[in-house]
Nanobody, 116 residues
Framework: QVQLVESGGGLVQPGGSLRLSCAAS?????LGWYRQAPGNERELVAVITNGGSANYADSVKGRFTISKDNAKNTVYLQMNTLKPEDTAVYYC?????????????WGQGTQVTVSS
């Protein structure tokens, strides 16, 4: 089992930046960030594999960057040029492979609000 502890959310004006952090207690095949706005389903924002390959939702490409520090077992999401539509609860995700199956673990969520 992997425990995830997130930090870094908050209130920011449109065009501003925030960086989210997520410390994982164990190893995972991939680490990622999802978000859920009120009334919407949870959606993928960005994911990074053990090998360092990253994928992004089209809506955040060019504005968000996912990275990880293997020594600290921590994944980051640098969010630039934030828009009001980025407002959501952001969840850290760890996908762990065990005995041929994948299991998802989630952080507690951190609120990001983009508003003037």
């Amino acid at each position: 089992q992997v425990q995830l502890v997130e930090s870094g959310g908050g209130l920011v004006q449109p065009g501003g930046s925030l960086r989210l952090s997520c410390a994982a207690s164990g190893s995972a095949s991939s680490l990622g960030w999802y978000r859920q706005a009120p009334g919407n389903e949870r959606e993928l924002v960005a994911v990074i594999t053990n090998g360092g390959s990253a994928n992004y939702a089209d809506s955040v490409k060019g504005r968000f960057t996912i990275s990880k520090d293997n020594a600290k077992n921590t994944v980051y999401l640098q969010m630039n040029t934030l828009k009001p539509e980025d407002t959501a609860v952001y969840y850290c995700n760890a996908r762990v492979r065990s005995w041929g199956r994948y299991y998802d673990y989630w952080g507690q969520g951190t609120q990001v609000t983009v508003s003037s």
